[in-house]
Structures are given as C-alpha cells and as structure tokens.
T-cell receptor
Framework: DVKVTQSSRYLVKRTGEKVFLECVQDMDHENMFWYRQDPGLGLRLIYFSYDVKMKEKGDIPEGYSVSREKKERFSLILESASTNQTSMYLC????????????????FGPGTRLLVL | GQNIDQPTEMTATEGAIVQINCTYQTSGFNGLFWYQQHAGEAPTFLSYNVLDGLEEKGRFSSFLSRSKGYSYLLLKELQMKDSASYLC??????????WGAGTKLIIKP
C-alpha cells in the first residue's frame, strides 16, 4: 500500500511566522504535489515536483516555497504566514507521467489543517 | 480557461442509486479521475476513464463521453458510508490534474 505521511495533522501559527510542512512517501514515486483545499474552491495546486531538486509552480505559488532534497520528501514552506493561508494542506504523490491510470493516480496524505492567527 | 463543473451538493436515500455529473472544458485531455473524500480525510482514488464508455467497479461505475466533455459517477445500493464528497479531475494536455470543487453527497436513511 502506498503511504503518504504529513508531519502534522493540526497546526496553529501566528502571522509572520515561518512554517514548514513536511511530506514523505514510501513508494519511490517520481512526482509529488502540494495542494490547499478551501470550502467551495476545491483542490488548488501550489507547487509540484517531478524529480529531486526540481520544482514547478502550480496555480497559486505566491507566498509559498518548496524543497525536494530527497526523492521521498517534499517540504512546503510559508516564509511569513498570513491569515489568508489558513487552510487544509494536502500532499500527494504519483508514480510517474504517461497518461495511464497506473502512473498518474495521485495518492494523498492525511492533510494538515493550518490555522494562522 | 480550464473549467470543471459538478453540482455542489446532492441528497439521496440509503439503498437507492445516485448519479453525480461532471462537465469539463480543458486544454487537452489525458483522462478523467473520480476521487472520494470523507469529511476531514484525504481524497482516495475511485476510478479513471480515458476512453468513452462505462467502467464498472462493484457498486460504483464511471462513464465518459469525450465528445461531450462529460462524465458521471454512478453509485448503486447506497450505504450510509457513501456520504462523502466526490471530486472530478481531468488530466490536461500537460499532464496536469485540473480539479472540480467536488460534490457533497448526503445519504439519508
């Protein structure tokens, strides 16, 4: 079974703090993703990575950065947390890219619910 | 722009059948996914369609019409545990997943 873990289920931070969210997958997947999920808006892609040390901006990268130093680990960083970054953050991984269900299916971690005060 | 539309909320009765529709307009198409997400939990994979037609998997079936930009998820013999949000997502020409906002399904006894 694919397992994607996230460092925290719940997190409370203050405005201006630097926040690290970590994600680890144990299935040697090539691709990793960070999303945020807000009511009525669905999943919005923040950043993704197709390889170690490689990153690509998603739809809403402003205010975020990422790091992928090892294949299994993908970190999301909020340089200076703001109240509008209060959200559910979901990490996902997928085996590869080829347009087949086997490689494209994304597996999600349990999510981190972040509250910025 | 790219767009995925699905109803915000649906209600159905335990034991009945429900169809959740999804229409999409995307730059290219490399497949359509359905995911299930229980409240407070992560989405989990249900189905993937890339060719037109119906894919059946137990009580759940998914249909795709590429010419119409349309898919539906059919849930039969509804159980209380099927109460969840159902997310439609399309893989576009760049192999990026475009997500719908999800349909919250409420099952009543």
């Amino acid at each position: 079974d694919v397992k994607v873990t996230q460092s925290s289920r719940y997190l409370v931070k203050r405005t201006g703090e630097k926040v690290f969210l970590e994600c680890v997958q144990d299935m040697d997947h090539e691709n990793m993703f960070w999303y945020r999920q807000d009511p009525g808006l669905g999943l919005r892609l923040i950043y993704f990575s197709y390889d170690v040390k490689m990153k690509e901006k998603g739809d809403i990268p402003e205010g975020y950065s990422v790091s992928r130093e090892k294949k299994e680990r993908f970190s999301l960083i909020l340089e200076s947390a703001s109240t509008n970054q209060t959200s559910m953050y979901l990490c996902a991984s997928s085996p590869g890219t080829s347009g087949t269900a086997t490689l494209e299916t994304q597996y999600f971690g349990p999510g981190t619910r972040l509250l910025v005060l | 722009g790219q767009n995925i539309d699905q109803p915000t909320e649906m209600t159905a009765t335990e034991g009945a059948i429900v169809q959740i529709n999804c229409t999409y307009q995307t730059s290219g198409f490399n497949g359509l996914f359905w995911y299930q997400q229980h409240a407070g939990e992560a989405p989990t994979f249900l189905s993937y369609n890339v060719l037109d037609g119906l894919e059946e998997k137990g009580r759940f079936s998914s249909f795709l019409s590429r010419s119409k930009g349309y898919s539906y998820l059919l849930l039969k013999e509804l159980q209380m545990k099927d109460s969840a949000s159902y997310l439609c997502a399309v893989l576009d020409s760049n192999y990026q997943l475009i997500w719908g906002a999800g349909t919250k399904l409420i099952i009543k006894p």
